[in-house]
């Protein structure tokens, strides 16, 4: 269709030549630049996702490993048994336990990730407006966190809050406190946890969006009769919005799988999304289930924001 | 409408004094009044204790090069620095802690410093808004402000979505959108090209007429501040070395500084060799012979000065002029045709260079000249002034 209709506007030469070109134009360079990234992560993210998609689709089994085959075939009996098990999906709907615990990872990623920006927002701000070497030492301190591994800081977290740990040792010497504070193992942990842990990945995209910022505007701002707090919410923070969206992405999306946070400093009564798919994993060894609770949570959480991601895309692009 | 009642006033003004300009008159009071201002960073002076007076419905631009502290000085009449020493009063007020939000004074940025996430209307809205006007108001006066610009069809545009001379016009609409008593422009048309920028400054003194404000302009582009203002206060290192109508900035340049920066001049260095209250003749080694220039100076007994003579005021000829003053020979090194007129660089037996600008007056030049022409430089005597500092 389309090709009959070109033809009525191209004559045949200078279609063959576009074929040609078409042929000839195409950039082998840019092709490896973008070929090696997808390769990437078509290894290691595509399908390992469609592996796990599989094993959600299938039954526990006492085997190894532990669930039933989706595919059997024997070529001499001469069958092929195709089975998809829709039952893990059906039993995440039924147990009311499993929406719990999807809410309330929700609910302490959204609470963190807001206190995140609650505390980025100045240090970004204060990283922008500061100068030159400043500047560099700042953004240093900022990532210098990630030189040791992230369990271990995770690990110092539990020494300081803990009943005889630095905090309360440090409160009750001053006589702040006549008894030491549970802080360790509580949801307070696991917010502070997670607040600590993310930080860096809020602050520099908030910094990278302030720092673009010209500082004339506030001035313009003010000349024309704005207050300063009122030419930081007129002024800055539209203009950052870039920044505080990819900032909240970035912690809110790895806060609600977090594992190790609500393991190591939560108590037993935080329920996380991670902890109950480490639980189907390693103690009820029911991978399928497992996979079906990763699977959703994988829709729940990037499906819409993949396509809040989109509409913003084409928004600035106007 | 908006515009009537400044232009009254102005009228009123001008016809009760017979057309002398404010500043001209001894009781005048002025409008913007800085006194004594000092502004220092640190160890550097950025302002070194600066008066000036600006006077209602002026258009006063301080002309300076990088790092003259002009738009140091603008900045602290627009509040976002303070003085280290002085004052500042607006239409009497003094200034002293008063924040920029509450000046009654808008500035235009060089950058424009237009909000990006902002519409042209909402710009030009913002500083109404935050006075509270109502809605209904908002729109009318940023409808008329815009349609002043010429803008009124692209209201709904985001800046980024605008030429350079068009956001100009943005910004320019924005800043005077309040009825600012006292508009300060930093490099105004800095960012334009040179024809969009020569049809700008006619507009822009249109527009300060009709509505009246009183502008102050930064610029480092002298021709700027000729074709532009009523006044102009030419800055050097924190100093205002000169204020003056743009005339006689050009023909009665104080000092060697001013004489330099603004135009081209040719400097003959020498001695005053007799000093008369109505002349001074002045022997020049480099210019090989004495000069003559009809107005007294105030200087010391053979004081070393400079005599500063404008290329355009020096006529060429081959043949010998009568005239026995102001005579002097030369060759031709160097001509560069520009079309509306010619250049020469004229070598004199002492080694200095001479540069003469003769107007085009027709296609055919009545007398050619040429690379290696032996010719006569002369000029009258009301031509050279001479510069004691």
Known sequence: MSISTGSVWVDGSSSRMQRYNIFRRVNWGRFAVVAIPAFWLGIFFFIPFLVVFKISLSETAIAVPPYTPLLEWDLE??????????????????????????????????????????????????????????RALLLALVILPFWTSFLLRVYAWMGFLKKNGIVNEFLLSLGIIDQPLVML?????????????????????????????????????EDLGCRPAQSFFLITLPLAIPGIVAGCLLVFIPAVGEFVIPALLGGSDTLMIGRVLWDEFFLNRDWPMASAVAIVML??????????????????AI | MTSSQPIDTQNATATANSNVPLWKQQDAEPFLKIEN?????????????????????????????????????????????????????????????????????????????????????????????????????????????????QLGHLGKRKPHQLSGGQRQRVALARSLVKRPK?????????????????????????????????????THDQEEAMTLSTRIGVMNHGVIVQTDEPHDVYEYPNSRFVAEFIGSVNLFEGKVVEDQPAHVRIDSAEAGGTLFVNHGISCAPEQIVHVALRPEKIKISHNRPDQTENCIQGVIEEIAYMGSLSVFKVRLPSGKEVRVTQPNFTRHMGERFTWEDKVFLSWDEDSSVVLTS
């Open chain 2, 182 to 218: 006292l508009l300060l422009l930093d490099e105004p048309l800095g960012a334009l090209d040179k024809k969009l920028r020569e049809e700008t400054q006619f507009e822009l003194i249109n527009i300060q007429e009709e509505l009246g404000v009183t502008f102050v302009v930064v």
């Open chain 1, 77 to 134: 009996e001469a069958y092929i048994n195709l089975k998809i098990s829709l039952g893990n999906y059906l039993y995440l709907l039924e147990d009311a336990f499993y929406l719990e615990a999807y809410l309330s990872s929700i609910k302490i990623a959204a609470i963190s990730t807001f206190f995140t920006l609650l505390i980025a927002f100045p240090i970004a701000y204060l990283i922008a407006r500061s100068d030159g070497s400043r």
């Open chain 2, 37 to 149: 201002i000092t502004k220092k960073f640190g160890e550097f002076t950025a302002v070194d204790n600066i008066s000036l007076d600006i006077y209602k419905n002026e258009l006063f631009c301080l002309l300076g090069g990088s790092g003259s502290g002009k738009s140091t000085l603008l900045r602290m009449l627009a509040g976002f620095e303070s003085p280290t020493s002085g004052r500042i009063l607006i239409d009497g007020v003094d200034m002293a802690g008063v924040q920029p939000w509450k000046r009654p004074v808008n500035m235009m940025f060089q950058s424009y410093a237009l909000f990006p996430h902002l519409s042209v209307a909402d710009n030009v809205a913002f500083g109404l808004k935050r006075e509270g006007a109502s809605k209904h108001e908002v729109k009318k006066r940023v409808a008329e402000m815009l349609d002043m610009v």
């Open chain 1, 185 to 221: 193992q509580t949801d307070f942990a696991v917010y502070l946890g997670i607040v600590y842990t993310y930080l860096p990945f809020m602050v520099l995209p908030l910094y990278s969006a302030l720092e673009k910022m010209d500082m004339t505007l506030l001035e313009a701002a």
């Open chain 1, 299 to 316: 829709i729940v959480l990037v499906l819409p924001i993949m396509l809040i991601r989109n509409g913003q895309g084409k928004g600035e």
